[in-house]
T-cell receptor, first 117, second 116 residues
Framework: AQKITQTQPGMFVQEKEAVTLDCTYD???????LFWYKQPSSGEMIFLIYQGSYDQQNATEGRYSLNFQKARKSANLVISASQLGDSAMYFCAMREGNNNQGGKLIFGQGTELSVKP | NAGVTQTPKFQVLKTGQSMTLQCAQDMNHNSMYWYRQDPGMGLRLIYYSASEGTTDKGEVPNGYNVSRLNKREFSLRLESAAPSQTSVYFC???????????????FGDGTRLSIL
């Protein structure tokens, strides 16, 4: 079974509008972390935002926020005020455990976001 | 501030040839990782090294070997390359420990490997 599922292969959003990229996860470990990365067409992986399983509040980093619904096992990325430079592939990833023995990540398949002018 | 450096950036091999991908990080990170990225499949973990002196298999280790040469360097070797190993390979590093749980993995720029 997929541990990280991103159900939207591609998304379009109008410039300056908000967009939500979906991510659901599956784990029985009570301690885990969720990460979002951006991969532009140039290929590098850029870290965006982190949410820990014990965090009480949803994470925010500038225009990025994470809609964390623990009971539903979802960690959706919200990008506000989209910009043309936001066009990229976005990956959701999960680290199981408490990071004491190496924090290997499990990645979803990604969502390709295109921002229209 | 180099971060994670991978060499080479591009490589074309013939089936059966061997090759070592090099990775070095200058962030004093404990843990290092090798992933491969194929179209439509996200990144998959090949091998990782939680700390200097240890290595472990990831999701797709067959056909690969790794060496954690020291704290800075983690190499990936293809002993007998196959067309199925055509992919983009990413090296990453991170700091280990519970108190650093919110710290992300830092990625190199990738190696684009084609096997004919």
């Amino acid at each position: 079974a997929q541990k990280i599922t991103q159900t939207q292969p591609g998304m379009f959003v109008q410039e300056k509008e908000a967009v939500t990229l979906d991510c659901t996860y599956d784990t029985s470990d009570p301690s885990y972390g969720l990460f979002w990365y951006k991969q532009p067409s140039s290929g590098e992986m850029i870290f965006l935002i982190y949410q820990g399983s014990y965090d009480q509040q949803n994470a925010t980093e500038g225009r990025y926020s994470l809609n964390f619904q623990k009971a539903r096992k979802s960690a959706n990325l919200v990008i506000s005020a989209s910009q043309l430079g936001d066009s990229a592939m976005y990956f959701c990833a999960m680290r199981e455990g408490n990071n004491n023995q190496g924090g290997k990540l499990i990645f979803g398949q990604g969502t390709e976001l295109s921002v229209k002018p | 501030n180099a971060g994670v450096t991978q060499t080479p950036k591009f490589q074309v091999l013939k089936t059966g040839q061997s090759m070592t991908l090099q990775c070095a990080q200058d962030m004093n990170h404990n843990s290092m990782y090798w992933y491969r990225q194929d179209p439509g499949m996200g990144l998959r973990l090949i091998y990782y090294s939680a700390s200097e002196g240890t290595t472990d298999k990831g999701e797709v280790p067959n056909g690969y070997n790794v060496s954690r040469l020291n704290k800075r360097e983690f190499s990936l070797r293809l002993e007998s390359a196959a067309p199925s190993q055509t992919s983009v390979y990413f090296c990453a590093s991170s700091v280990a420990g519970h108190f650093y749980s919110n710290q992300p993995q830092h990625f190199g720029d990738g190696t684009r490997l084609s096997i004919l």
